[in-house]
């Protein structure tokens, strides 16, 4: 459990880092039924 958190926790920082460096590539995936993050990070 501790494991997959500390992923997770990896990949919202990771994708945090992409946001602040100028966004996301298109071909990103955008599909992240885990995530509800509040305000821009929100997925339409």
């Known amino acids: 459990m501790d494991r997959v958190v500390q992923v997770s926790a990896e990949v919202i920082l990771g994708l945090l880092a992409r946001l ?25």
């Not at 996301?24 to 955008?30: G, H, S």
């Not at 599909?31 to 339409?44: H, N």
């Open 20 to 44: 602040e460096a100028g966004g996301v590539p298109e071909e990103a995936p955008v599909s992240l039924p885990v995530l509800d993050l509040p305000g821009p990070l929100r997925l339409p």
